[in-house]
């Protein structure tokens, strides 16, 4: 389960939070004498997330010279534990130099923090509220623990910063990632899928020829590849050769490109005698738009000329042409004699392992911390932006978001700036990144 730490001085109302979080019956159980009072745990829900919650309450008896010190071992320890800390201050009191002393203590920690503002039911609360923007901590969650107000709020934060299982936007549960590489070739006519295709099947179950749009249909086709399962979703290609002598039909891009919905990667297929065309651009774009991962394969390598040249410049062309995307991987083949599939694969499994990769919101935090320090967001209107952190809210596409006040004001620009961070620092390179932004209310 993932870990919430409520730490706070005496006081603010963290036992009142872990009561009402954890059920007050749970709660009472670990008041029995003998049960260490400064740290109780407990099991605890707030609508369908849970979690484990720690309470550092406990040193109220304490002698309040020595407060200090022991409140700060026991702060510590917690947020070390702790996946997300709510720092909790009394909104009706305000800030107290003890509050300002532990937003010291939280510098340079890399737990994400929410400030919480606590009894904060009517109107008495609003100066505290305002006062703890001076914290740089960001927003507060003004909340009623006692009242049960501001739960929707918490939740709305806690929420992305906790939930282990990623569900897709459309509600699609991840797959397991160590299943068959799910693999699309898609491509112009004539870039010589169907010609890979038989060639990795090493058998005649598809037809090819000089025509145009000879395949069609879209059938996935188990395959192995060095051991490791694949499953070929082929644009068009597997029409058996009896079908095909039906009808011929000339094939658009279009209906090739549905495959790209089946596929974990896809390859785009260029013909190494026609070079990189703006439709192969445009096919390339919308794998990425579609946010699966891409490889690019220059097919008929055998009867390219002047390779050095061409595989240089599709390169670069290509990390021009596809500026939202750089480093997508680039190899060179020929389906007829089958060299270079093997680095097509290798290719394949590789942003595979990207695109499924999920970093741990530490670490994640840890090289946001570095990047917005290194080149702070501007200040639109001279109103400054405050970024808070970020977590990957799921992979396959690997989805960020990122919690600050006026992110909705975040020029393009600096977006950019951290998703080509993500990709370079974090291991997410070639591979289509997304990038969400929230404002707490
Ligand atoms: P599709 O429309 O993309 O499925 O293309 P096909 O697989 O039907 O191939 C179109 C033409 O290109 C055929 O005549 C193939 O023999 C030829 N072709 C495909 N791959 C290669 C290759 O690696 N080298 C050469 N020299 N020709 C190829």
Do not use: C
């Not at 400064?38 to 008896?61: V, W």
């Not at 003890?98 to 904060?120: H, M, Q, S, Y």
């Not at 939740?155 to 068959?180: H, S, V």
């Amino acid at each position: 389960l993932p870990v919430i730490a409520i730490i706070g001085r005496p006081n603010v109302g963290k036992s009142t939070l872990f009561n009402r979080l954890v059920g007050k019956k749970l709660a009472l159980v670990d008041d029995r004498p003998g049960v260490t009072r400064d740290r109780r745990e407990a099991e605890g829900h707030l609508f369908d997330l849970d979690f484990k919650i720690i309470d550092t309450a406990g040193y109220e008896d304490e002698d309040p010279k020595s407060l200090p010190g022991r409140m700060r071992q026991q702060t510590e320890r917690a947020i070390s534990d702790a996946d997300v800390a709510l720092f909790m201050f009394d909104a009706r009191v305000g800030l107290t130099p003890l509050d300002e002393e532990i937003a010291r203590w939280l510098r340079g920690t890399e737990t994400p923090i929410i400030l919480v503002g606590n009894k904060a039911e009517g109107r008495a609360a609003e100066p505290g509220l305002y006062e703890s923007y001076k914290l740089g901590l960001g927003d507060p969650v003004p909340l009623s623990a006692e009242h049960g107000e501001g739960m929707a709020d918490l939740f709305q934060l806690l929420q992305p910063l906790i939930e282990t299982d990623a569900f897709g936007e459309d509600g699609e549960e991840t797959e397991d990632e160590g299943g068959p590489l799910k693999l699309a070739i898609v491509g112009r006519p004539n870039a010589g899928k169907s010609t890979l295709i038989n060639r990795m099947l090493d058998d005649d179950r598809l037809i090819t020829g000089p025509e145009a749009g000879i395949t069609r249909d879209s059938i996935a086709v188990p395959w192995e590849w060095q051991g490791r399962p694949v499953e070929l979703i082929d644009t068009a290609g597997m029409r058996k050769r009896a079908k095909v002598q039906d009808k011929l039909e000339k094939l658009s891009v279009a209906d090739g490109l549905r495959a790209v919905d089946f596929a974990e990667v896809v390859v785009l297929l260029l013909d190494a005698t026609l070079g990189l065309e703006v439709q192969d651009l445009k096919i390339a774009d919308r794998v990425l738009e579609e946010g699966r991962a891409l490889v690019i394969a220059i097919n008929k390598w055998d009867i390219a000329a002047d390779k050095k040249a061409l595989f240089e410049g599709i390169g670069t062309a290509l990390d021009e042409g596809l500026a939202q995307v750089r480093g997508v991987p680039l190899v060179a083949i020929s389906a007829v004699s089958g060299k270079g599939i093997d680095d097509l694969m290798e290719a394949a499994f590789t942003v595979r392992d990207a695109w499924s990769k999920r970093v741990t919101t530490g670490e994640l935090n840890r090289w946001f911390r570095d990047a917005v320090e290194r080149n702070p967001p501007p200040a639109p209107k001279g109103k400054r932006i405050k970024l808070r952190y970020m977590t990957q809210a799921r992979n396959r596409p690997p989805s960020f978001v990122l919690f600050g006040s006026r992110v909705d004001k975040l020029p393009m620009s600096y977006q950019r700036y951290l998703l080509n961070g993500i990709r370079n620092d974090l291991g997410f390179g070639g591979i289509p990144v997304r990038l969400t932004m929230r404002s707490p209310k």
